[in-house]
């Protein structure tokens, strides 16, 4: 199957060609392949109205040293002068020059609104303004390039220059500033770095044309233009070299050696050229007169590439050359405009449109960022973090790990020593002896354990508190353009949630101190795990019968204990300091009777701590959960509504930043240059030959 290409637009000899894909390779037919380049300038006046570079399009790129001749060789290509002459650096800005062949003036008085001008020019920064004087075009380049850079400085901002004339074939040129080495006046110093990184910005294009300009009377070897071009175009497949001046080299020598390609060989061809001299500039001499004399120097010095040199020569050249290279390039030009359209246009949808309903627009963001905080809790976001926990499921580790390995860590038992309970049972008994452990040494020292549980309790809600506003950015960051759109809107929303739980939070902490306050309320030995003291204390006279030593005997039972420590793996629990492992002080030696009370008593509390433990650890997370975080998700929305919902703020909270807004302005105008674009290209439209 061959699939051509065919101008819409083939009203004349210069705008038919046919292009052709066969055998997966772009071929175009020699139906007036010139159609291809207005199509490129057309291309590049879209895109680069917008200083955009997205696009890499065809072009040829005109490189030399400074004095080099490219001037005399862009002239001879017009047939007019109109680039301004002097010593320095005269191009100081680029020069996008498009040539376009229109047909002769006889032929267009036909048309009702053609110009009345056998050439003219027109530059894209006066477009409504038609230059048929050409020096009039020299005085504008020189004045627009002074707008832009001071003396003898040089500036990136291209100049955009098209030139209409019968006389010309359609080629789209780029003018660098020449290639100097030392910095003259008030150039700055760096001004060769400032120059090669313009030029190698230009011919690094993969889709450019390196034209090199170097004179016939200097070293080809040493030239910096090829220097240049050898960098971004090692195998030469995109340059072409000039020889310039080829009248001006020593008596005796001839450049036949250098144009036959045996000194340095360019893949695309050596063209020789004889470029004006001073004092034909100075007498004004006519490009039809200087073109004469130059293919009459040529057949006198080179008369077997007398054919394959001159300027006419060289502007058919080039043609062909750019003609052909745009037919390979436009495959891929084609299907660049296509994905880079698809990309914006989903930008400028992530941008979203201007706000016109402001009530829907706000109701809308408010519920979106509602749903999104319940479901980064309820672990069913859109975006789900890899690196770390977030949301619900820290909040799970904070009260399933830090929190019950916490509890789990305190030793029941910590902070009492044997002569500690003796005192607490002493001082229950008052003055006289008693015949039984008192109860109420008990519970004064239980109560005082289980206060220990509050502390961790607290810290708990906390940390929970501090991951329910990390929720708050973390929904922040992945949400939609919608909401980021609108900075007060963002900033009023973040105030509404931290607000809440800023007030949920001495709820929810009185609440959790309510429960430690509960179980110190009432102490339950009759709790259904709680073993009575008959069976504790008939079990230690049972034991202290068969040990004989009570003292040894306990502290042996309580090693294995003391020594497992911290649960593993808990990051940083706040450890106990156990005492019962040091020795009684020497001067108090407890009896048989007191060893056996103070055994009960720690054997009552162990085990009515761990109770009240177990309790705690269950009650707070669930406390936590219907305080804090099934109130804030329960209320997030309707207190978003409610404080934001009100027609003097809708305007306020909807305005846009300036970023964002700027940002889809030039999305949406990108997108605007990609379509034209695309419908330039689609000129030359697809049809199936079978």
Not at 138 to 154: A, D, L, Q, V
Not at 228 to 237: F, I, M, N, T, Y
Not at 381 to 406: D, K, N, P, V
Not at 517 to 546: G, W
């Amino acid at each position: 199957m061959t699939v051509s290409l065919v101008s819409k637009h083939a009203s004349n000899r210069h705008n038919a060609v046919i292009v052709s894909f066969s055998g997966g390779r772009l071929g175009t037919s020699h139906c007036d392949m010139e159609a291809l380049i207005p199509i490129i300038n057309r291309l590049q006046e879209v895109f680069l109205t917008l200083g955009a570079e997205i696009i890499q399009l065809p072009q040829i790129v005109v490189v030399g040293s400074q004095s080099s001749g490219k001037s005399s060789v862009l002239e001879s290509l017009v047939g007019r002068d109109f680039l301004p002459r002097g010593s320095g650096i005269v191009t100081r800005r680029p020069l996008v020059l498009q040539l376009v062949n229109v047909p002769p003036l006889e032929e267009r008085r036909k048309q009702e609104n053609g110009i009345k001008a056998e050439e003219w020019g027109v530059f894209l920064h006066c477009k409504n303004q038609i230059f048929t004087d050409f020096t009039e075009i020299r005085k504008e380049i020189e004045e627009e390039t002074g707008r832009s850079t001071n003396n003898k400085g040089i500036s990136p901002e291209p100049i955009y220059l098209k030139i209409y004339s019968p006389n010309v074939l359609s080629l789209t040129l780029v003018d660098l500033p020449g290639i100097t080495k030392v910095p003259v006046g008030d150039q700055p110093e760096d001004i060769e770095t400032q120059v090669q990184e313009m030029i190698l910005s230009y011919i690094s294009n993969p889709n450019s044309l390196i034209l090199c300009v170097s004179p016939a009377n200097s070293d080809l070897a040493t030239s910096d233009a090829l220097k240049l071009a050898r960098e971004v175009d090692p195998d030469g497949r995109r340059t072409l070299l000039v020889v310039s001046k080829l009248d001006l080299m020593d008596a005796g020598t001839d450049a036949l050696e250098v144009l036959l390609g045996r000194v340095i060989p360019v893949r695309l061809g050596i063209i020789g050229v004889v470029n004006r001299s001073q004092h034909d500039l100075n007498t004004q001499k006519s490009l039809g007169d200087s073109g004469k004399d130059e293919q009459a120097f040529l057949q006198r010095h080179y008369p077997s590439l007398a054919s394959r040199c001159g300027s006419c020569y060289l502007a058919r050249t080039l043609s062909r050359l750019l003609m052909h290279h745009i037919r390979d390039c436009l495959p891929e030009l084609k299907t660049r405009v296509t994905v880079l359209t698809a990309q914006y246009q989903s930008r400028l949808n992530g941008y979203g449109q201007p706000v016109e309903d402001h009530s829907a627009t706000l109701l809308q963001i408010v519920t979106k960022f509602a749903a999104d905080y319940c479901n980064t809790i309820e672990g069913t976001a859109r975006y789900i973090q890899t690196s770390e926990l977030c949301g619900g499921a820290r909040i799970c580790y904070i009260f399933h790990e830090t929190f019950g390995r916490t509890l789990q860590s305190i030793d029941p038992l910590g902070g009492l020593t044997e002569l500690d309970v003796l005192t607490a049972i002493r001082n229950a008994t008052g003055p006289r002896p008693a015949l039984f452990v008192p109860e109420v040494s008990f519970e004064l020292l239980v109560k005082k354990q289980i206060k220990r549980l509050e502390e961790p309790s607290m810290r708990c809600v906390e940390l929970v508190h501090e991951e329910l506003q990390r929720i708050i950015q973390h929904c922040s960051a992945y949400s939609t353009q919608e909401l980021l759109r609108f900075p007060k809107l963002h900033d009023s929303i973040v105030e509404v949630v931290t607000t809440l739980l800023r007030k949920r939070l001495p709820i929810t902490n009185e609440m959790v101190h309510n429960l430690v306050a509960i179980e110190l309320a009432y102490i339950n030995t009759k709790h259904p795990d709680f073993a009575d003291a008959a069976q504790v204390s008939a079990s230690v006279n049972s034991q202290q019968a068969d040990a004989g030593d009570a003292g040894k005997r306990w502290k042996n039972d309580k090693v294995p204990f003391e020594d497992k420590g911290p649960v593993p793996g808990f990051g940083s629990p706040t450890k106990a300091v156990n005492l019962l492992d040091q020795a009684v002080p020497v001067s108090r030696k407890l009896g048989a009777r007191e060893q056996r009370d103070c055994e009960v008593i720690q054997r009552l509390i162990k085990c009515y701590f761990l109770i009240v433990r177990k309790s705690i650890q269950d009650s707070v997370p669930k406390t936590v959960m219907h305080f804090l975080v099934n109130y804030v998700k329960e209320h997030l929305q309707s207190e978003l509504v409610g404080q934001l919902y009100k027609q003097a703020l809708l305007q306020e909270l909807l305005i846009e930043s300036q970023e964002t807004a700027q940002q889809r302005t030039e999305v949406a105008q990108m997108l605007e240059a990609l379509k034209k674009a695309s419908n330039i290209i689609s000129e030359i439209r697809e049809s199936h030959l079978w």
